[in-house]
Structure formats: structure tokens, C-alpha cells
């Protein structure tokens, strides 16, 4: 194990609903991040945060809403999806948010959207 | 922006044989370079990365070369087995933000 937990680890939802994926780190890191993996895709950040205060949006369209309410804990809330959403959701953390700083990734929520 | 690119996409090796992957980067002001395996099920997990200012790192069975002039870096594992059949990909720190490129990943399959 990582250290970096998700719930949930599977999701499936209609295009109307609201959900959130959850995201914990047991690290003592300051720095969250979400990324999508699609198939055949490089990963895409999504988001990142450090000491609880967002420092990259990656053009995410607002059906994705981020939030951070401490360093330990990273939410993505979810609305009003389109089917191209699904993908695996990975969370990851750092001690930092600089780009030597090793990121550890969570298991993932595999999100379908219907 | 950063673009990494990574060869080859799947690779099938024997048991026993070494298997190469090649990553290339265009921003010459890259100097961190980690490389993940993931397994299937999992999220991806750092297993070895290398700094512009080393040529060369090994840990046991595998190796990363970083050649900067050329800006390409690739990750070598010797001695293969079964269980390090997983997806890797390499990446690439970008010169500004927080963020690392990544590449679309290789698919190694060790047969025994």
C-alpha cells in the first residue's frame, strides 16, 4: 500500500447525477493532485493542490469541482457528466508540489458514466 | 509545452531476457525523471527515477539512462519475471508548475 486511499473504487452514474470521489493520504504530505487515465492516453492533471490551496487547474471543465479541506484529505465532486468522463480517477500525493518531489498514487475510482 | 513520448506501446519478453523502453522529451529544461509501474488494479508506483545531473541509476534489476543531450531516457530490467508484467510509463517534470508529463505507457508481458 501507498499510503494513499480512494473511495469509491468503482462508480457508475447517469449523466444527472451528483457523486464525489474521496481521496486520504496517511503520508504527512502537503501536496494532493487528481488525474484522469483514459485508454491509450497519457495521464492528464487535472488538479493540484498544496497546503490545501489550489495552484493548478489543468482547464478542467466545472462539472469537476475540487476540494481540499485539509492536507490529508482531497474530494472531487462530480455533476452533470458526459459518457467521454469515464475513465480511472487517480489520486496522488507529495511532501511539496515541485516537480522533483516523487508523487505516490491511490488505487483509483473507476467512474462509468451512463 | 512538455511532450513525452514513450516506446514501445506493448512489449513481450521471455522470461529471463532484459526488456528496454524509451522515452524522449522536447523541454531541455526537464531535469526530473521518474518511471511508474502499474499493475493491473492499481494506481501507478514509483520504481526508480534519475536527476538531470546522473547519467545512469540502478537498483537491483533495473536501470534508467538519462541522456541529455539527446533528451531521451529509458528504463532497463534485466533478469525479467513473470510479475514484472504490469504498464509502465516514464515522465517527464516540466520546467514550470507543479505538474510531470507523462508518457502513454508500454504494456510488459513476461511469458514464462
Known amino acids: 500500500e501507498t499510503g494513499v486511499t480512494q473511495t469509491p473504487r468503482h462508480l457508475v452514474m447517469g449523466m444527472t447525477n451528483k457523486k464525489s470521489l474521496k481521496c486520504e493520504q496517511h503520508?504527512?504530505?502537503?501536496?494532493m493532485y487528481w488525474y484522469k487515465q483514459s485508454a491509450k492516453k497519457p495521464l492528464e492533471l487535472m488538479f493540484v493542490?498544496?497546503?490545501?490551496?489550489?495552484?493548478e487547474n489543468n482547464s478542467v471543465p466545472s462539472r469537476f469541482s475540487p476540494e481540499c479541506p485539509n492536507s490529508s484529505h482531497l474530494f472531487l465532486h462530480l455533476h452533470t457528466l458526459q459518457p467521454e468522463d469515464s475513465a480511472l480517477y487517480l489520486c496522488?500525493?507529495?511532501?511539496?508540489?515541485?516537480?522533483?518531489?516523487?508523487?505516490?498514487f491511490g488505487p483509483g475510482t473507476r467512474l462509468l458514466v451512463l | 509545452g512538455e511532450n513525452v513520448e514513450q516506446h514501445p506501446s506493448t512489449l513481450s519478453v521471455q522470461e529471463g531476457d532484459s526488456a528496454v523502453i524509451k522515452c524522449t522529451y522536447s523541454?531541455?529544461?526537464?531535469?526530473?525523471f521518474p518511471w511508474y509501474k502499474q499493475e493491473l488494479g492499481k494506481g501507478p508506483q514509483l520504481i526508480i527515477d534519475?536527476?538531470?545531473?546522473?547519467g545512469e541509476k540502478k537498483d537491483q534489476r533495473i536501470a534508467v539512462t538519462l541522456n541529455k543531450t539527446a533528451k531521451h531516457f529509458s528504463l532497463h530490467i534485466t533478469e525479467t519475471q513473470p510479475e514484472d508484467s504490469a504498464v509502465y510509463f516514464c515522465?517527464?517534470?516540466?520546467?514550470?508548475?507543479?505538474?510531470?508529463?507523462f508518457g502513454k505507457g508500454t504494456s510488459l508481458l513476461v511469458t514464462p
Open positions: 496522488a500525493s507529495s511532501q511539496g508540489a515541485r516537480t522533483k518531489e516523487t508523487q505516490y
Open positions: 503520508l504527512g504530505h502537503n501536496a
Open positions: 493542490y498544496n497546503f490545501k490551496e489550489q495552484t
Open positions: 523541454d531541455s529544461a526537464s531535469n526530473y
Open positions: 534519475i536527476r538531470s545531473n546522473v
Open positions: 515522465a517527464a517534470s516540466m520546467n514550470s508548475g507543479y505538474a510531470l508529463n
